[in-house]
């Protein structure tokens, strides 16, 4: 059971990410650490200090740390290992086909600073890709939690389940959403805002914008409903079905590329359904990142209250 939270800007979620690891290796010793020379920008390195027998520094050799996690796993622990999202997809998918979903094993991974969220560090570490990969390897979970709420709930969550997990998140504090204690289920989306005349679907860092946008649209008698989808694989379809019927727009809005993302599971779903609705897909439109400050990017990608609101005004007419 989850609910709403006041609007603020949470902890940093890669401290989130490493005191939820911290709280959970104090009980189950079999939970392990890898980190691939970023320690001291996720905060991997307080685990080395607390914990050093579940935490193991691999260096830049991120193919590498997931065959050392999967052979982990094949002995019985339950291996976290972090990087940036486009290293922990793109870099090492082969990796993590084989060795770990087709293998069995199990891998939590965590890619840090997706699309827009890397800011300077440029064009080459924009991943606007990875949820595309992740989510057609068979049997992965894909998730992105809105605040640090979720992730700390995904986090000991993901350590009670055997698979391939992939845990896209921002390293800086995003807005909050939930309050403490809510809970969430895996495969299933939350109706966060009710509305009657246009379907907002979002997640992760993305999903306080939309959230915000819905509100300014209702002074402007346009009622907006807001579905947060933190899990990309599952897939909700069912309650995309239900929340989209009789609705006169459905709009995706995510830190991703349209193709292969959170617009790509919308779209399958209505086409299946052969529903006839309109759909608006809002992201990055099958283009290379760049280097800039967050606002920035988020300006040149789209990716603002602002660009929403118009969007459905738009489409509307």
């Known amino acids: 059971m989850w609910k709403l939270a006041p609007a603020g800007t949470g902890k940093e979620l890669r401290a989130v990410f490493v005191e939820t690891l911290q709280e959970i290796m104090k009980d189950n010793k079999k939970v392990v650490a890898l980190e691939a020379d970023l320690g001291g920008a996720s905060g991997f390195t307080k685990i080395q200090k607390t914990n050093p027998d579940q935490f193991v520094q691999v260096g830049i050799a991120e193919a590498n740390m997931v065959g050392i996690a999967a052979g982990m796993s094949m002995r019985g622990y339950i291996p976290y290992i972090h990087t940036f999202a486009p290293f922990a997809t793109r870099r ?12 069995k094993n199990t891998i939590n991974i965590y890619g840090s600073d997706p699309g827009v969220c890397v800011a300077a560090n440029g064009g080459t570490h924009n991943s606007f890709e990875d949820i595309a990969l992740m989510r057609s390897i068979p049997e992965t979970l894909v998730v992105a939690p809105a605040d640090e709420v979720q992730l700390a709930w ?22 909050t959403m939930y309050a403490e204690g809510s809970t969430f289920e895996f495969g299933k989306g939350n109706v966060i805002r009710e509305g009657s005349d246009v379907l907002l679907v979002s997640m ?8 915000n946008a819905a509100e300014k649209l209702a002074a402007c008698g346009i009622s907006v409903e807001v579905v947060d989808m933190f899990t990309l694989k599952p897939f909700d379809a069912e309650l995309i079905r239900s929340e989209a019927a009789g609705k006169k727009l459905v709009v995706t809005f995510e830190n991703h590329n349209v193709i292969g993302g959170l617009g790509s599971c919308v779209a399958e779903v ?12 809002i992201g990055a439109n099958d283009v290379f990142g760049q280097v800039g400050t967050y606002d920035y990017l988020c300006q040149a990608f789209g990716l603002t209250e602002e660009h929403i609101i118009d969007t459905i005004k738009d489409a509307l007419k």
């Open 154 to 175: 995904t986090i000991r969550e993901c350590a009670k389940l055997t698979g391939v997990h992939y845990i896209r998140a921002n390293r800086k504090g995003n807005p």
């Open 270 to 281: 209505l086409a299946d359904e052969g529903a006839g609705i309109p759909l608006k897909r």
């Open 92 to 103: 090492v998918l082969d990796q993590v086909f084989l060795e770990g979903a087709y293998a």
């Open 204 to 211: 992760g860092e993305m999903l306080s914008k939309a959230y």
